[in-house]
Nanobody, 125 residues
């Protein structure tokens, strides 16, 4: 059973950093790859970052490359999204997702079968 829970969102100023966490209700993530998406009001859900289960390879959207980083703990019990140099365009509801995407679909919403409830990130001065 997979039940994802995100945490770590909040209100920050431009240039600040935040670290989001995603856990699976005390369980490991087993054979799942994990990704982060975000959705701003009136916009479609947008891929941010992913880490494939096989090999631990990471993938990023161009809009966050060099600023955001996806990692996981050594116990496979949590995934993180470190977000640096935040700006107002990063304001959105951030979701953690788990699935078994093939390489060509790692950035697709439809490739992930399990989703958390989201955590709000607001960047404003």
């Amino acid at each position: 059973q997979v039940r994802l829970v995100e945490s770590g969102g909040g209100l920050v100023q431009p240039g600040d950093s935040l670290k989001l966490s995603c856990t699976n209700s005390g369980n490991t993530f087993a054979s799942y790859s994990v990704a982060w998406f975000r959705q701003a009001p009136g916009k479609e859900r947008e891929f941010i970052a992913a880490m494939r289960r096989s090999g631990g390879h990471t993938y990023y959207a161009d809009s966050v490359k060099g600023r955001f980083s996806i990692t996981r703990d050594k116990f496979d019990s949590a995934y993180y999204l470190q977000m640096n140099s935040l700006n107002p365009a990063d304001t959105a509801l951030y979701y953690c997702a788990a699935g078994r995407p093939i390489l060509s679909s790692v950035r697709s919403v439809s490739a992930y079968s399990h989703w958390g409830q989201g955590t709000q990130v607001t960047v404003s001065s």
